[in-house]
């Protein structure tokens, strides 16, 4: 079992990695799935169901538009965003769709069916996806669980949700903090380094160092985007996009040559990607949707205010990045909707803490102490998204979550390393907390400030 740095990060479709993202992917899987078995031409209907948080609050993140579009073999990182809602508009006038671009099949009002309180076991996000002849005829029944940051497992990986099946067998394996500090002496490089060493045994070195370099760029793109859209966000809610506005603001003082006022450009980066993302823009999840502003704006940080920054230096900061990911995901969680947005902005700030101590010129130990402050001081935060939208509180929760990941590696980088909480005791604490916490407080919409806040 292993995980590679590219299948954190990867390009999607926001609003969300898991409602979203995950959805689109598994909807995609079952329809190749029906190639695959030669069932296609006898499909006459499709019939799908969403459970758990994924029922709670799909229709605020895009879940039944993400279903359709999978079923029409879209993928999240290629489809075309500006067309979605026309698209989806007109499978709903008609009441069919074309199955994977070739064969066209029913999928009516009552065949795409969220279920508010109903959980299917295994984990919160889970969906059923069903294809039929006219006469009753079941031709396939799939069920899937999205499991945050866009992975999708099946029934058969159930109570695998915090790994991907993969038996590449990489030189120097981890699973934990401690063995990653080990792996790191006993090979003599940073946590960039042993990341490298890897990754190499997935692919040439070249090729992930463009993709990651590729990654980057969609960064940057989406937070052009964000400073360019103006306007308010879909959804009801009328949250005005402050990115732009905050954008010109700033331009007119420059790039900022005190340190308070670079605060403000961190902000406006994270909130630019996010404002994106909660629109169904072109993101990265990093390693989610909901958390996705925390990276790109430490990276542009990094690249704009860093002396000596540059496309290694960029490099560095997502395989560092990835490497406390891979820890969070196999002994924790990435999703809300599991364990609360300590999962998803905690992971993120973790990550995104670790990979500018890197850049910053910390060691292995310097790395791992900034990656556990930044999710130490997110234990507890729960995902309770207003409407069931990716607006309030999660766009300025990125805001934050960005500067507490430039003050953790600060942090890291004035000490030596020692510390007294290690970053494992960290995650095993983010995951017993998340599984103590109440449900209503984990993606449902249920709890939290979704229902003290009113909405307009």
């Given at each position: 079992m292993?995980?590679?740095?590219?299948?954190?990060?990867?390009?999607?479709?926001?609003?969300?990695?898991?409602?979203?993202?995950?959805?689109?992917?598994?909807?995609?899987?079952?329809?190749?799935?029906?190639?695959?078995?030669?069932?296609?031409?006898e499909v006459d209907g499709v019939h799908v169901e969403l459970f758990g948080s994924l029922g709670a609050t799909g229709h605020g993140h895009g879940s039944d538009r993400a279903v359709v579009l999978g079923?029409?073999?879209?993928?999240?990182?290629?489809?075309?965003?500006?067309?979605?809602?026309?698209r989806v508009a007109a499978v709903r006038d008609r009441g069919r769709l074309s199955l994977l671009g070739r064969v066209e099949v029913r999928l009516g009002e009552d065949d795409l069916v969220l279920h508010r309180r109903a959980t299917l076991p295994g984990h919160p996000n889970g969906m059923t996806f069903r294809a039929s002849r006219d006469d009753g005829t079941v031709l396939r029944e799939r069920t899937y669980y999205s499991v945050?940051?866009?992975?999708?497992?099946d029934e058969a990986a159930l109570g695998a949700d915090r790994v991907?099946?993969?038996?590449?067998?990489?030189?120097?394996?981890?699973?934990?903090?401690?063995?990653?500090?080990?792996?790191?002496?006993?090979?003599?490089?940073?946590?960039?380094?042993?990341?490298?060493?890897?990754?190499?045994?997935?692919?040439?070195?070249?090729?992930?160092?463009?993709q990651l370099l590729h990654l980057w760029s969609?960064?940057?793109?989406?937070?052009?985007?964000?400073?360019?859209?103006e306007g308010t966000l879909p959804g009801g809610l009328r949250v005005r996009r402050r990115a732009p506005m905050l954008h010109?603001?700033?331009q007119e003082q420059g790039l900022p040559d005190d340190p308070w006022r670079a605060m403000d450009w961190i902000d406006l980066w994270a909130m630019a990607v996010n404002e994106e993302n909660a629109s169904g823009g072109r993101v990265v999840t990093a390693p989610t949707n909901g958390a996705a502003g925390i990276i790109p704006a430490v990276l542009h940080y990094y690249r704009h205010l860093v002396p000596g920054a540059d496309d290694d230096g960029v490099v560095d900061v997502l395989l560092t990045a990835g490497a406390v990911g891979i820890i969070i995901k196999e002994n924790a969680?990435?999703?809300?909707?599991?364990?609360?947005?300590?999962?998803?902005?905690?992971?993120?700030?973790?990550?995104?803490?670790?990979?500018?101590?890197q850049v910053l010129g910390g060691?292995?130990?310097?790395?791992?102490?900034?990656?556990?402050?930044?999710?130490?001081?997110?234990?507890?935060?729960?995902?309770d998204p207003v409407g069931g939208l990716v607006q309030i509180p999660c766009i300025e929760r990125n805001a934050v979550g960005a500067m507490k990941a430039v003050h953790a590696a600060r942090l890291a980088t004035h000490g030596d390393g020692t510390h007294t909480v290690s970053l494992d005791q960290a995650v095993r604490t983010m995951r017993q907390t998340g599984k103590d916490m109440k449900r209503k407080y984990k993606e449902t919409s249920r709890g939290g400030l979704a229902v003290n806040v009113v909405e307009c």
């Open positions: 292993a995980l590679s740095v590219l299948d954190l990060f990867t390009v999607g479709i926001g609003p969300s990695s898991s409602h979203t993202v995950g959805p689109m992917r598994a909807a995609r899987r079952f329809a190749e799935g029906l190639a695959a078995d030669g069932l296609l031409p079923l029409e073999g879209e993928d999240p990182e290629t489809v075309d965003t500006a067309t979605v809602t026309e945050g940051g866009g992975f999708v497992v991907v099946p993969d038996d590449t067998p990489v030189p120097h394996r981890f699973g934990t903090g401690r063995e990653l500090l080990a792996q790191c002496q006993e090979q003599g490089v940073g946590v960039a380094g042993l990341m490298r060493l890897n990754e190499e045994a997935f692919r040439p070195w070249e090729q992930t160092r463009a969609v960064m940057q793109e989406c937070v052009a985007a964000g400073l360019r859209h010109a603001r700033l969680s990435i999703s809300g909707a599991e364990v609360g947005c300590q999962g998803e902005v905690g992971s993120a700030c973790a990550m995104a803490a670790a990979g500018l101590t060691t292995p130990a310097q790395v791992e102490a900034a990656a556990e402050i930044g999710i130490e001081h997110h234990l507890g935060l729960t995902c």
